[in-house]
């Protein structure tokens, strides 16, 4: 089992940053991929990036490229989203997610270990 609590959301203005925490425990955090994903009012839940257990590659949903960065710390279980430059259009629930493979994918299904999530709101 991997336990998964993300941190730092809250209420920011548009064009202002975050930084999202996720903190793992249970099994060994560096043999799991990490991704973010996040859940807006009345949408589905959309991939937001990914990072393979390494930490040497990455990806992005094409709305997050070039605004947020997604890195990793194994030696403190933990995986970060750094989001600049917010838009109203980032409001949502984000979660953090690991799988037991290499590499991060943008697919839901793959994931075996989900967070409670945290709320992201920004303001116009």
């Known amino acids: 089992q991997v336990q998964l609590v993300e941190s730092g959301g809250g209420l920011v203005q548009a064009g202002n940053s975050l930084r999202l925490s996720c903190a793992a425990s249970?099994?060994?955090?560096?043999?799991?991929?990490m991704g973010w994903f996040r859940q807006a009012p009345g949408k589905e839940r959309e991939f937001v990036s990914a990072?393979?257990?390494?930490?040497?590659?990455?990806r992005y949903a094409d709305s997050a490229k070039g605004r947020f960065t997604i890195s990793r710390d194994n030696a403190k279980n933990t995986v970060y989203l750094q989001m600049n430059s917010l838009k109203p259009e980032d409001t949502a629930v984000y979660y953090c997610?690991?799988?037991?493979?290499?590499?991060?994918?943008?697919?839901?299904?793959?994931?075996?270990?989900w967070g409670q999530g945290t709320q992201v709101t920004v303001s116009s």
């Open positions: 990072i393979s257990k390494s930490g040497g590659s990455t």
């Open positions: 249970g099994r060994t955090f560096s043999g799991y991929a």
């Open positions: 997610a690991a799988r037991a493979g290499s590499t991060g994918t943008s697919t839901e299904r793959t994931y075996d270990y």
